[in-house]
């Protein structure tokens, strides 16, 4: 009879080895999916997995959908890391859009590219960042659950988002659909290669990551937030604020949501409409757990969710199966993981038949 | 300490049957042979001590007879005929109840109702009141069954302990360090409940390294020593010393005389009364103490008096200490973080060794950073390179067992945590040391050692206070002695003028000298405001 | 309006009140929008392949498939460990997209014309008939179930063991109790009360099923049950009060009030916020009240 022994610390090898575990887990239940959906499991799973990296469009769209995840998957794992629950990404990505949105439509023929995308970036940052402040303050002045808070202020930016595309924003030549005008020209996020979607965000993505990498592993400051996640007694002992961490962390990620929300407006949308949010600021979650919380694994996460959500698009219109499964797919993949890396916190012992219930001998 | 009666002979002596009885039972963990062929028996009706140093195997001995861990090798009988203990629950059914030294307790309820979850089914909830009203009356244990234990002090939650285990009616009852917590005087009304129960039959197994107590109390005594039982003797007819040379193996060294020389005045604590932070704090009132360069002052008390607030004030945990009450060389410190204080040289080894003195999952090289601000550089910048050659440094100079800079803190026994925790701050060259326990659960090599490093840091100029619930660690360490209760300070004596009565006396609160009036106390903030650090 | 309040209160209190089970053992499931909308969708499902009259039997399996959520939530958090948020975060994004998934298929179809809700004879008084007596089973049964609820924790041994363990896991298991098989067995049964708060969704309330369903009503659980500092009555009355505020919205632009209706529709949230805020102001006071386990992991051995 097999038994679970808890070990003293996590196994690094197989703390390594937990994604890759996860990724087979996923892929192997994906396969299990569409037998039952009658679709021949191969051919699905190669357009799943395999056809969005196939082409320069390919990986334009990859980029396109990698940018906004990593840029708040980024900011998620510094506040994960300090013990910070920010569910409300979601709602911070739409705030930022929001104010990038109203600098953009501020735009006029004569503006110049030089203030106007540093203007919207400026916007897209303040915007995500009030928006986590409120998270902040409430959690800071008055103890009330990040986790809740946050959570509720996403429905909140979704209504008010809402409001302005129904209402004030309303494009008056726009047929009467919910949407801003289409932004000038001037305001778009330069793209990287012509005929394809792909922006800068991605190099803004890139070098978040080396700071934030920086930032956690090589500052002081990093390190205080993360002793205040892991040890909240041993941050006090050492003198660390925790209040500064808890500030630091949403602001952080506020930002970096709000800015992703910026990019992706004034980039691929080049609008503003309530089709704004589809659930960014949530599977950021999954991408940075999925990243380990590590910047370097939330480049390999954001592309890998990604994937998953391009191949989602691919087999809705090429098999006729429901988008939705981009969802599935993301949830079993986080499923897999936690539980492969709760796992590596255990030892197999083997424990004879007869004595079941007693101590187990190691084997 | 009263001495036991005669009628312990005739009940202990009259029953040939053996309550329980251990026969050559071994166990080992990794790395370490806990027990190794011990045998020990029990009488009906015997308070039977089980003596030992901290490590000695005395804790696994008795998990082993409550059903917690199974023995590799070896017998147990019970009450003649032979058993194998699967679990707790068989244990309890047998009739064998232990009171754990780290209370079972929740604080949002009852006392009757946390008796009542520690007993098996078929009782009413009413039917438990009464029993824990009957029960607790009868043998001296006043409680009010409903009342919620959070309001309890430790030594009534003890109590609860105690009452649970009775109230199963059990023919053995385990005592696992249960003075830790207790003055004298709750010691003796203690030990008067003890008797009663052998009087009526129920054999006591009393765990403990205390030697006065043991001898005061039980009639017989099985001594462990690095997992072997080396003895069984009356410890009615030992002494002191006998004891001890049993449980350490030969006749313990005087602590060396010091002869320390004082300079100036480093550390001034005047006036310093606190509010309590948070419900079930206590507040410090009116605490006065000087310590002076080359000084090992120690702060004896039983646990919950004000250790923790007085620490936390001292250390910077806590920053409500009114301006001018504690002063560093001169310097006002009452409202400075620990950053600020560890600059001025004050540097503080808690009680609590993993999750406040170091972070389980960093490496040691990490965990130096947690006090060590030197250890950054300029714009915020760690710097990784020293901060392991640090560690490194810690672990050869202080020989902590480990197997490099960047083995995670969690990872390392308790003694060699201690030893890198106590090096760390030490090595960074404090003018004043604060320890919480230093050491508290290491075993003797260890303790020497961590004392050792200790008394030459004071040798050289710095000064020591020592805050512990062990008053033979204080006798071991310190010239002089405070008592802290109810968060007051007592007078202060030399260590060799400080006999048991007396400290027993100051440790219930009564010194003689008039308290001041406490000055108008901050208003009780939040345990919030101690995170705004 | 009222009557709506109550309806659309109830889906709250089944889902809170399951959610408070999970909480006094001290397991946080974020789970519940993922378990509500399983169990809508299994409810649904189930009733479209019933005969009329057996409705009772989908309900049955919407618990039973938000119990099944809930087991697979509980063998990550509880079995090994794994970090509460994340496993409840990952099980709510799981169920969204899994319940859209299987669901598509049932987007067009129609269940039969329901029966009229409420007690006959009852239901027919004037005046009060409808407000008292014209509600759905389940609005009757949720009103016992909490009653049930409160009885069952603070006055029967079981619930008593479910308070300590939420109070503190540790000093249960040294008292010898089974805490990891408690904690499952209360995750498991909030789960299923999840599941036929969905289930009363898209079979009694829409009568409908599409994508979403929920719209965050789950969330909204999880927040009353701090509102209501984890008591069961107090439960009720927060559903009912959130249900009446979403009624507002309605309520208001029916009248004419030119408030718009987007602005409106963040009451409910903002209320939230607002008493969230309000609770959680005294450290001390929640300290008392609320689960002191509430999402710390329990391995027992450490």
């Not at chain 2, 026994?413 to 326990?437: C, H, M, T, W, Y």
């Not at chain 3, 939230?272 to 008392?288: C, D, N």
């Amino acid at each position: 009879m097999l038994r679970l022994a808890p070990r003293s610390a996590p196994s690094r090898a197989l703390t390594l080895a937990a994604p890759f575990v996860a990724l087979a887990l996923t892929i192997a239940v994906g396969a299990v999916l569409f037998l039952a959906l009658g679709h021949p499991p191969g051919r699905a799973l190669a357009l799943f997995f395999l056809e969005p990296l196939r082409g320069g469009d390919g990986w334009s769209e990859l980029a396109v959908k990698a940018t906004p995840l990593a840029l708040v998957a980024l900011g998620l794992a510094v506040c994960f890391r300090a013990n910070v629950w920010n569910i409300g990404a979601e709602g911070q990505f739409i705030a930022g859009a929001m104010a990038a949105s109203w600098v953009a439509m501020r735009a006029t023929e004569s503006s110049h590219a030089y203030l106007m995308l540093p203007a919207i970036s400026l916007a897209g940052l303040l915007g995500g960042g009030a928006w986590a402040a409120l998270v902040a303050v409430l959690r800071d002045r008055w103890n009330a659950s990040e986790i809740l808070v946050s959570l509720m202020l996403v429905y909140v930016a979704e209504m008010l988002l809402g409001y302005l595309a129904y209402g004030p924003w309303k494009d008056p030549e726009g047929y009467n659909f919910p949407q801003t005008i289409t932004f000038l020209p001037v305001t778009q996020v330069p793209l990287l290669a012509e005929g394809h979607r792909a922006h800068v965000g991605l190099f803004v993505a890139l070098g978040l990551a080396a700071v934030a990498y920086l930032f956690l592993f090589r500052t002081y400051a990093g390190f205080q937030l993360a002793v205040g996640g892991q040890a909240p007694r041993a941050a006090r002992y050492a003198g660390f604020s925790a209040r500064r961490s808890l500030w630091t962390a949403l602001l952080g990620s506020g930002v970096l949501a709000g800015w992703a929300g910026a990019l992706e407006v004034t980039g691929p949308l080049g609008q503003l409409t309530p089709h704004l949010p589809v659930g960014y600021g949530f599977t950021g979650i999954i991408v940075a757990f999925v990243g380990r919380l590590h910047p370097f694994g939330i480049l390999l996460a954001s592309l890998l969710m990604s994937v998953l959500y391009i191949g989602g698009e691919l087999a809705q219109s090429r098999l006729g199966l429901p988008q939705a499964l981009s969802g599935v797919f993301q949830g079993l993949l986080l499923f897999t993981l936690l539980a492969c890396d709760a796992l590596a916190s255990y030892r197999i012992l083997r424990v004879p038949a007869q004595r079941a219930g007693a101590a187990a001998v190691p084997s | 300490m009263p001495r036991p009666d005669a009628a312990d002979d005739r009940v202990a002596g009259s029953s040939p049957v053996p309550r329980l009885t251990l026969t050559n039972v071994s166990k080992r963990f990794p790395g370490v042979q806990a027990n190794d062929r011990v045998s020990l028996s029990v009488r009906p009706g015997e308070l039977h001590a089980v003596l030992g140093e901290n490590g000695a195997g005395k804790s696994t001995l008795m998990k082993i007879i409550y059903g917690a861990v199974r023995p590799d090798e070896g017998t147990l009988a019970w009450n003649g005929a032979p058993v194998a203990i699967h679990d707790p629950r068989q244990a309890r059914a047998l009739g064998i109840a232990m009171v754990f030294q780290h209370f079972a307790l929740f604080e949002t309820l009852t006392v009757a109702e946390n008796v009542w979850l520690g007993l098996g089914r078929g009782r009413a909830r009413q039917d438990v009141a009464r029993e824990v009203e009957r029960v607790s009356a009868g043998y001296g244990l006043q409680l009010d069954p409903g009342q919620l234990v959070s309001g309890l002090s430790v030594g009534e939650r003890q109590r609860v302990e105690i009452l649970r285990a009775l109230l199963t009616r059990p023919q053995l009852l385990i005592l696992d360090e249960p003075t830790a917590v207790l003055t004298p005087q709750m010691v003796e009304r203690l030990f008067v409940t003890l008797r009663r129960l052998a009087a009526e039959g129920c054999s006591v197994l009393y765990i403990s390294h205390k030697l006065d107590e043991v001898r005061a109390l039980c009639t017989s005594c099985t001594v462990l020593r690095a997992g072997r039982a080396v003895a069984t003797v009356d410890p009615r007819r030992e002494t002191n010393r006998s004891l001890s040379e049993l449980m350490l193996g030969a006749a313990p060294p005087a602590p060396p005389v010091r002869a320390a020389r004082l300079g100036d005045e480093i550390l001034s604590l005047r006036g310093l009364s606190l509010a309590a932070g948070d419900a079930g704090g206590i507040a410090l009132r009116g605490v006065d103490l000087a310590l002076r360069a080359g000084e090992i002052v120690g702060v004896a008390g039983v646990s919950g008096n004000g250790q923790a607030e007085l620490l936390a004030a001292l250390s910077g945990e806590d920053r409500r200490a009114p301006a001018g009450t504690i002063h560093l060389g001169g310097r006002d410190v009452s409202g400075a973080s620990p950053r600020a204080r560890r600059a001025l040289g004050l540097h503080f080894v808690p009680e609590e060794r993993l999750g406040r003195g170091a972070v389980p999952a960093l490496p040691l090289a990490a965990n130096t950073l947690l006090t060590r601000r030197e250890l950054v550089g300029a714009g915020g910048w760690l710097r990784t390179r020293r901060m392991r050659t640090l560690a490194a440094d810690l672990i050869a100079r202080f020989g902590v067992s480990a197997r490099g800079p960047d083995t995670p803190a969690g990872s390392l026994s308790g003694g060699n945590l201690q030893k890198f925790i106590v090096g760390r701050e030490i090595d960074a060259g404090p003018r004043l040391l604060v320890v919480a326990q230093p050491t508290w659960g290491l075993d003797v090599g260890a303790a020497a050692q961590i004392r050792r490093e200790i008394v030459a840091l004071c040798d050289a100029g710095a000064a020591a206070l020592i805050v512990s619930e062990d008053m033979e660690e204080l006798f071991e360490l310190c010239s002089e002695l405070v008592v802290i209760a109810r968060g007051r300070l007592s007078p202060r004596i030399a260590v060799r003028d400080a006999t048991p009565a007396l400290i027993g006396q100051w440790m219930s609160g009564l010194f003689h000298e008039a308290t001041p009036e406490p000055p108008p106390s901050p208003p009780l903030v939040s345990s919030r405001a101690e995170a705004r650090a | 309006m009222l009557a709506a309040s109550v309806s659309a209160g109830t889906v709250l209190a089944l889902a809170g009140l399951g959610l408070l089970l999970n909480e006094r053992a001290g397991v946080l499931n974020l789970g519940a929008e993922g378990m509500m909308l399983v169990g809508a969708l299994a409810g649904y499902a189930a009733a479209l392949h019933l005969p009329a009259g057996l409705t009772i039997v989908a309900y049955l399996a919407a618990a039973l498939a938000g119990a099944a959520m809930a087991a697979l939530f509980g063998a990550l958090a509880i079995g090994i460990g794994t970090n509460q948020y994340a496993t409840g975060l990952a099980l709510s994004l799981f169920g969204v997209g899994f319940s859209a998934f299987v669901g598509a298929g049932f987007v067009d179809r129609q269940l039969p014309e329901r029966a009229r809700d409420g007690l006959p004879w009852l239901r027919d008084l004037p005046v009060l008939g409808t407000a008292l007596f014209g509600y759905h089973p389940l609005v009757y049964g949720t009103l016992l179930l909490a009653g049930g609820i409160a009885w069952f924790l603070f006055r029967s041994r079981a619930g008593l063991l479910l308070r300590a363990v939420g109070e503190s896991p540790e000093s249960a298991h040294a008292l010898g109790h089974p805490v990891r098989a408690i904690r499952l067995g209360a995750v498991m049964f909030g789960g299923a009360l999840c599941g036929l708060a969905g289930a009363y969704v898209s079979l009694a309330y829409t009568h409908l099923w599409v994508e979403n369903l929920i719209a965050g009503r789950g969330w909204i659980a999880l927040a009353l049950t701090t509102f209501a500092t984890w008591r069961p009555a107090r439960i009720v009355l927060g559903a009912y009060l959130f249900g009446g505020l979403t009624m507002l919205q309605f309520h208001l632009q029916q009248r004419g009030v030119q408030i718009e209706s987007h602005l409106l529709g963040m009451l409910p949230y903002l209320a939230t916020v607002v008493v969230l805020v309000l609770i959680s102001r005294r450290a001390a006071w929640i300290r008392h009240n609320m689960p002191a386990s509430l999402g710390r992991v329990f391995r027992p051995g450490t």
